[in-house]
């Protein structure tokens, strides 16, 4: 099973960008579909970015399309969030995860979190 790590979370001014990442270990991420979560405070954990393979194919939730890019460097091993014109509403506790067959529902592995808090 591979282990995901976050980083790159932190305090930002609402405008501002972040660049998140999710370093696997274990096992290579080639065979595995990425994506990344987030909670915010009293809500469910949401799916909001994922990405596939080989890194041709990725979705957004509605939400963030247009401000948010998931990629992946599956030679580093390493998924990336860039986040930009972050919102007040971006706050949350982003989570990396990865599923072998893209079923989102119960990834085979999840990251401990990382939390980003825009300010307003």
């Known amino acids: 099973q591979v282990q995901l790590v976050e980083s790159g979370g932190g305090l930002v001014q609402a405008g501002g960008s972040l660049r998140l990442s999710c370093d696997a270990s274990?096992?290579?991420?080639?065979?595995?579909?990425m994506a990344w979560f987030r909670q915010a405070p009293g809500k469910e954990r949401a799916l909001i970015a994922s990405i596939s393979w080989g890194g041709e194919s990725t979705s957004y939730t509605d939400s963030v399309k247009g401000r948010f890019t998931i990629s992946r460097d599956n030679a580093k091993n390493r998924v990336y969030l860039q986040m930009n014109s972050l919102k007040p509403e971006d706050t949350a506790v982003y989570y990396c995860?990865?599923?072998?067959?893209?079923?989102?529902?119960?990834?085979?592995?999840w990251g401990q979190g990382t939390q980003v808090t825009v300010s307003s």
């Open positions: 995860a990865a599923a072998v067959l893209g079923a989102w529902g119960a990834p085979d592995s």
């Open positions: 274990g096992r290579t991420i080639g065979r595995y579909h």
